[in-house]
């Protein structure tokens, strides 16, 4: 089997992934994207013209459609394979008949969720949302201290979570790993 470097085949994935969005998808992906700023690693890789509109404009203009935009829809997509593994990516090239590939390169260092305890998270207390449980993280270990930004304790948070955490699809577990300690 040929081997493909992690970061090359995330990048395929996404570029084939831009064709195939709807016009509220591309929308909401500029969206999420829309208030990077220099502080952002990644501000320096858009190109000169974005950089500009980025820092000239409080909101995005309505012609979202443009392929002017795809390089911030790019790094949007891109976001949702930090952490995942590499046979999640794998999985995902044969699916979207990119090829059949052995993915190489090292996995992004993430931290367990506090309410579901996949591995979700960059880094704890940063105000992270975990895109699996969507806990709200806010350095707050406590389970009886209310969080007002989940607008509910860690405790009745995670005992919710579990209650459905057996009826994930089993590709949750391909994509996440959990953290058993």
């Not at 930090?82 to 996995?107: H, P, R, W």
Request: charged share 30%; proline share 3%.
């Amino acid at each position: 089997m040929k081997q493909i470097d992690r970061d090359i085949a995330i990048t395929l994935i996404c570029k084939t992934k831009i064709n195939l969005l709807s016009e509220e998808e591309r929308e909401g992906h500029i969206l999420n994207m829309w208030s990077i700023n220099e502080d952002d690693i990644e501000f320096n890789i858009l190109s000169t013209k974005i950089k500009k509109e980025l820092l000239s404009n409080e909101y995005p203009p309505s012609n979202l459609e443009s392929p002017h935009y795809n390089e911030l829809i790019l790094l949007s997509l891109k976001y949702e394979f930090i952490g995942v593994t590499n046979k999640f990516i794998s999985n995902k090239l044969i699916e979207m008949n990119l090829g059949q590939y052995d993915v190489c390169g090292e996995v992004e260092k993430l931290v367990s969720c506090p309410c579901c305890n996949y591995l979700t998270l960059e880094a704890r207390g940063e105000y992270d949302i975990c895109p699996l449980c969507y806990w709200q993280d806010v350095g707050i270990d406590e389970l009886d201290i209310y969080v007002s930004a989940n607008r509910e304790s860690l405790g009745n948070a995670k005992r919710r979570f579990d209650k459905i955490k057996n009826t994930l699809p089993d590709i949750i577990n391909k994509k996440y790993l959990y953290n058993k300690s």
